[in-house]
């Protein structure tokens, strides 16, 4: 078969996977363990990098194959799955004050987003020298979507009816920074750890919301 099946790429595969079990809850309106997936598909990211340069003789092809393979899963989990959660929404609540319709074009929008973010993101990975480590992004990188989307989830509640409408500015909002040039500074360990435990937080009290 084509492609590479070492331990350098199955963290992302198994993201992928969740991406779209994902995708499949949210069109089918459950929208709850659609959070939860997209949550694994961030964790599965953050580890990807680091265990796939554990691997030290990797040859040209394997590394180029991981650059394309993580943005492609990436465009379907914090691009795709995101935007059919908030569609979802849409669909669900019947107090919104116009036509679900007229939310299309920011559901549309925000995978495109995060579809020219991660192709540029591909470019400057080939061009660049590889013995020159990244230190800075360029553009809010797209698996932000794990952390902020489930954070918004948390306040359904106190939003009430209009928790849609603010999902979708969010979303609006979190596209344009993924195609403007900001430049933020690559996570370190320290803060990967960091992002982890904001991430146990959040699914907490997600839980905690979801039982009251």
């Given amino acids: 078969m084509i492609g590479f099946y070492d331990y350098t790429v199955l963290l ?11 995708i499949t809850l949210a069109i ?3 929208i709850f363990p659609a959070i ?3 949550m694994f598909s961030g964790l599965c990211d953050m580890f990807d990098g680091r265990v796939a ?20 899963s990436d465009l379907v989990c914090f691009g795709v799955l995101p935007s059919i959660i908030g569609y979802s929404l849409a669909l669900k609540d019947t107090f919104l004050p116009f036509d679900y319709r007229y939310l299309l074009p920011v559901v549309a929008f925000f995978p495109l987003a995060a579809l020219i973010r991660l192709a540029y993101f591909n470019v400057l990975e080939i061009t660049r020298n590889s013995n ?14 794990a952390l902020i989307f489930p954070f918004l989830y948390i306040f359904r509640k106190y939003i009430g ?22 430049k933020i500074k690559k996570p370190g360990l320290k803060t990967m750890i960091f992002l982890i435990l904001i991430g146990v937080i959040e699914i907490m ?8």
Wanted: hydrophobic share 45%; net charge positive.
């Fill in 12 to 22: 992302t595969y198994m993201g992928f996977i969740s991406g779209i079990v994902g």
């Fill in 28 to 30: 089918n309106g459950h």
């Fill in 36 to 38: 939860f997936c997209l």
């Fill in 53 to 72: 340069r554990t691997k030290k003789k990797r040859t040209a092809e394997e590394r180029h194959f991981g650059i394309q393979l993580d943005s492609l």
């Fill in 132 to 145: 020159t480590p990244v230190k800075v992004y360029t553009g809010l990188p797209v698996t932000s979507s």
């Fill in 161 to 182: 009816k209009y928790f849609p409408i603010a999902y979708a500015v969010v979303m609006l909002i979190v596209g344009i920074l993924f195609i403007t040039k900001i």
């Fill in 205 to 212: 009290f997600i839980i905690a919301t979801k039982c009251l």
